[in-house]
T-cell receptor, first 111, second 111 residues
Framework: DAGITQSPRHKVTETGTPVTLRCHQT?????MYWYRQDPGHGLRLIHY???????DKGEVSDGYSVSRSKTEDFLLTLESATSSQTSVYFC??????????FGPGTRLTVL | SQQGEEDPQALSIQEGENATMNCSYK?????LQWYRQNSGRGLVHLIL?????REKHSGRLRVTLDTSKKSSSLLITASRAADTASYFC???????????FGEGTQLTVNP
């Protein structure tokens, strides 16, 4: 998947617990993104980063935070998971604002 | 709100036939991109067309863009069973550096 990986690939957790998803890239790309994909909604942007320590909110950022302390890693944290955050999460990277390269996805289930 | 909307939502054809998918959007864009997603996988970039281009080809793919109608079409010629996937359009608006994805067209190519 073009030098971008996500971990874990599957996770089941309980409501109210904190969850951190990791995205790791080996391409030294400047931009990184977190999306969630749900039936009937397509992909929706949660947060994105345009450099180390530079992040901004997407359209569905409530309940999520991110951190990027190194170029290669972009972490997505659910401080207190809720059932509405059950989804498939995709990380992506890009060098410019054009083509994005996606990771394989993380399937998160919040019980 | 969704910027890009694909039509149809689902399309089923026979191998060898052509498949056409359409995308409409609402605001001014820098470029429009098409991605493919195989079941259970991440999205893969197919083709990008810039706002000053009207048509672009890549192998069996042909993309058109009509900025006056705010619409694009993706044509896959001589389809194969391996083309079975979901196809998404994504737009980069002139106001920002992020992509906004539509909900996708599910294409099934029957052998």
């Amino acid at each position: 998947d073009a030098g971008i990986t996500q971990s874990p690939r599957h996770k089941v957790t309980e409501t109210g617990t904190p969850v951190t998803l990791r995205c790791h890239q080996t391409e030294n790309h400047r931009y990184m993104y977190w999306y969630r994909q749900d039936p009937g909604h397509g992909l929706r942007l949660i947060h994105y980063s345009y450099g180390v320590k530079d992040t901004d909110k997407g359209e569905v950022s409530d309940g999520y935070s991110v951190s990027r302390s190194k170029t290669e890693d972009f972490l997505l944290t659910l401080e207190s998971a809720t059932s509405s955050q059950t989804s498939v999460y995709f990380c992506a990277m890009s060098e410019s604002t054009d083509t994005q390269y996606f990771g394989p996805g993380t399937r998160l289930t919040v019980l | 709100s969704q910027q890009g909307e694909e039509d149809p939502q689902a399309l089923s054809i026979q191998e060898g036939e052509n498949a056409t998918m359409n995308c409409s959007y609402k605001t001014s864009i820098n470029n429009l991109q098409w991605y493919r997603q195989n079941s259970g996988r991440g999205l893969v970039h197919l083709i990008l067309i810039r706002s000053n281009e009207r048509e672009k080809h890549s192998g069996r793919l042909r993309v058109t863009l009509d900025t006056s109608k705010k619409s694009s079409s993706l044509l896959i010629t001589a389809s194969r069973a391996a083309d079975t996937a979901s196809y998404f359009c994504a737009t980069e608006e002139t106001s920002g550096s992020r992509l906004t994805f539509g909900e996708g067209t599910q294409l099934t190519v029957n052998p």
